[in-house]
């Protein structure tokens, strides 16, 4: 695994986990986690999540890419996302993005997308990156607003239309 960081246009570092396929391949897939997630390598503590899973699943034949994008440095998952907006969380990742097409896998790339809950949500604001995928796998994902929601990046989603 490669780690690469860039700073955020919110706040902190976006942070970019670089696993490349075990075999030769030009195949990629890019693992978004759902609100408020955040990758934990399986190195680490606590780390018995589905993400892990489907790295050590994919990783044979796949490139695999994750992202933790910029957060406050606090504990509380809610308030390390505090005044940030959806449109920011997407520009973070687009940033990313176009990190990874850049400086890691240059060329000609076959791109897949699996995305749990919000990490849909923020494909679908992420037009460009969207069609860049050739598949596209969406769990339990939607783009519905509620006008009660107190949870940050929520409050800040466009609503359904223009997603």
């Known amino acids: 695994m490669s780690v690469y960081k860039l700073p955020s ?4 570092e976006t942070t970019i986990f ?9 195949h990629t897939v890019l693992i978004l986690k759902g609100l408020y997630g955040q990758y ?3 190195n680490k503590k606590g780390t018995q999540s589905w993400d892990n899973q489907l790295v050590k699943l994919l990783q044979t034949n796949y490139n695999i890419v994750l ?3 910029g957060r406050h440095d606090v504990d509380d998952k809610k308030e390390a996302f505090a ?10 990742v687009k940033q990313a993005f176009a990190y990874c097409k850049k400086n890691i896998m240059q060329g000609d790339f076959i791109w897949s997308a ?10 679908m604001g992420c037009p460009d990156i ?4 050739q598949k596209v796998v969406m769990v339990g994902s939607g783009c519905g607003k509620s006008l009660t929601t107190t949870k940050p990046l929520l409050a800040t989603l466009p609503y359904t239309a223009e997603l």
Do not use: R, W
């Open 67 to 69: 992202f933790n994008t």
């Open 9 to 12: 246009v919110f706040s902190g």
């Open 40 to 42: 934990v390598p399986a």
């Open 114 to 123: 699996v995305a749990m809950s919000f990490g849909g949500t923020i494909l």
């Open 18 to 26: 670089y696993y490349p396929a075990s075999k030769e391949t030009n």
């Open 83 to 92: 005044g940030k907006t959806f449109q920011q969380e997407c520009d973070d």
């Open 130 to 133: 969207l069609h860049a995928m």
